[in-house]
T-cell receptor
Framework: AQSVTQLDSQVPVFEEAPVELRCNYSSSVSVYLFWYVQYPNQGLQLLLKYLSGSTLVESINGFEAEFNKSQTSFHLRKPSVHISDTAEYFCAVSDTGGGNKLTFGTGTQLKVEL | DTAVSQTPKYLVTQMGNDKSIKCEQNLGHDTMYWYKQDSKKFLKIMFSYNNKELIINETVPNRFSPKSPDKAHLNLHINSLELGDSAVYFC???????????????FGSGTRLTVV
């Protein structure tokens, strides 16, 4: 079984500042890793994913995450945040064995302030 | 067109009642899910169906019964509602196998259930 830990429940940051949202996972098998974003009163949307290959993955809106196998981490970063990035961010993991089940972390509320 | 639609969006009901939440997807996906998001935003899978067949059934009280009449629909019926059932319930869909991870899940916008 897999598990995901997001240590920070809330991260306040000023606009145009950099941000890092932390995610650590636990698994006895190879994993796929994901970040999903949830805007207020909406469902979750896939932000980016690591399946294989380059350990640094990027989204179209400037976020990036790096898979670090030795530290079992998949932290999400953005060099300069915008007010519109205010949302809940969920890290998720799935094993590579063919099952469809995603296990989510408890989420990190990113609040961008002026 | 909404890809994954859930109805109702809000549901307020008394303890002991029976209620249903409906979910429909028009993406042609063959796998559908129900997730429960509690007041602390923790998301936990409840059920998953693939082509109308139950494939994931987590530890959920048997008052919760999913029904999938076809692969585009997955409904959730809850009997004898309790205060602890108050949560946001999300429906999601995906393609089976590797497409699940290449494309990710597509979530509905949620049903906020409040039991009073």
């Amino acid at each position: 079984a897999q598990s995901v830990t997001q240590l920070d429940s809330q991260v306040p940051v000023f606009e145009e500042a950099p941000v890092e949202l932390r995610c650590n996972y636990s698994s006895s098998v190879s994993v796929y890793l994901f970040w999903y974003v949830q805007y207020p009163n909406q469902g979750l949307q896939l932000l980016l994913k690591y399946l294989s290959g380059s350990t640094l993955v990027e989204s179209i809106n400037g976020f990036e995450a790096e898979f670090n196998k030795s530290q079992t981490s998949f932290h999400l970063r953005k060099p300069s945040v915008h007010i519109s990035d205010t949302a809940e961010y969920f890290c998720a993991v799935s094993d590579t064995g063919g099952g469809n089940k995603l296990t989510f972390g408890t989420g990190t509320q990113l609040k961008v302030e002026l | 067109d909404t890809a994954v639609s859930q109805t109702p969006k809000y549901l307020v009901t008394q303890m002991g009642n029976d209620k249903s939440i409906k979910c429909e997807q028009n993406l042609g996906h063959d796998t559908m899910y129900w997730y429960k998001q509690d007041s602390k935003k923790f998301l936990k899978i409840m059920f998953s169906y693939n082509n109308k067949e139950l494939i994931i059934n987590e530890t959920v009280p048997n008052r919760f019964s999913p029904k999938s009449p076809d692969k585009a629909h997955l409904n959730l019926h809850i009997n004898s509602l309790e205060l602890g059932d108050s949560a946001v319930y999300f429906c999601a869909s995906s393609q089976q196998g590797d497409r699940t991870f290449l494309d990710g899940y597509t979530f509905g916008s949620g049903t906020r259930l409040t039991v009073v």
